[in-house]
């Protein structure tokens, strides 16, 4: 391949160098085998791909059991997504799934589903479950009302009042860091 061609095949103005072909995993929510101690990031319409791969790789970083996209996600093989993710879809399940999916899911498997929310409880008053769910959204709409009807509890991260809001990829880092013990 010449260089015409590889830049052509990168779909960046800056490529890295390297291109891969593979094939996107057929992952499935049901066929996810939970710990007795899980952690799950649940997306909801967070559309930004370097959010998503940001989050996907720290969610890998910090040990979470899966990330799963809900309806209105950015599709998590997006190459801008791959490639902010520095490798981390390789390593930790990662999957699209629908609300009726999620729905079927956590309640046999013991999940607990919590929403991140800016009006929630602290997360540092709360006592995580050994199996949860953490539901984060789109930066500027928040949780959609289909989340937000699944939730059990809204918890927040305290922040300085001079602060609206913090970037969905940091407060989930953060949420993930906090709910590791």
């Known amino acids: 391949m010449?260089?015409?061609?590889?830049?052509?095949?990168?779909?960046?103005?800056?490529?890295?160098?390297?291109?891969?072909?593979?094939?996107?995993?057929?992952?499935?929510?049901?066929?996810?085998?939970?710990?007795?101690?899980?952690?799950?990031?649940?997306?909801?319409?967070?559309?930004?791909?370097?959010?998503?791969?940001?989050?996907?790789?720290?969610?890998?970083?910090?040990?979470?059991?899966?990330?799963?996209?809900m309806p209105g996600t950015v599709d998590l093989w997006n190459a801008k997504v791959v490639r902010s993710a520095m490798g981390a879809l390789f390593h930790r399940p990662a999957l699209m799934c629908t609300w009726a999916e999620l729905d079927t899911f956590l309640p046999p498997n013991a999940?607990?589903?919590?929403?991140?929310?800016?009006?929630?409880?602290?997360?540092?008053?709360m006592t995580p479950p050994a199996r949860l769910g953490i539901l984060v959204g789109n930066e500027g709409a928040g949780l959609t009302p289909e989340g937000l009807a699944r939730v059990q509890h809204r918890v927040s991260l305290p922040i300085s009042s001079t602060v609206e809001?913090?970037?969905?990829?940091?407060?989930?880092?953060i949420l993930l860091y906090q709910l590791r013990t």
């Not at 809001?165 to 880092?173: D, F, I, K, Q």
């Open 2 to 69: 010449d260089e015409r061609e590889f830049a052509s095949a990168a779909e960046t103005d800056s490529p890295q160098g390297v291109l891969a072909i593979g094939e996107i995993p057929d992952a499935k929510l049901s066929n996810l085998t939970l710990p007795e101690r899980a952690r799950l990031v649940v997306l909801d319409a967070v559309q930004d791909p370097g959010n998503v791969g940001t989050i996907l790789r720290t969610a890998a970083a910090l040990d979470a059991t899966a990330v799963l996209a």
């Open 111 to 125: 999940v607990a589903l919590w929403g991140a929310d800016a009006a929630g409880t602290p997360l540092d008053e």
């Open 165 to 173: 809001s913090l970037n969905v990829a940091v407060a989930t880092g």
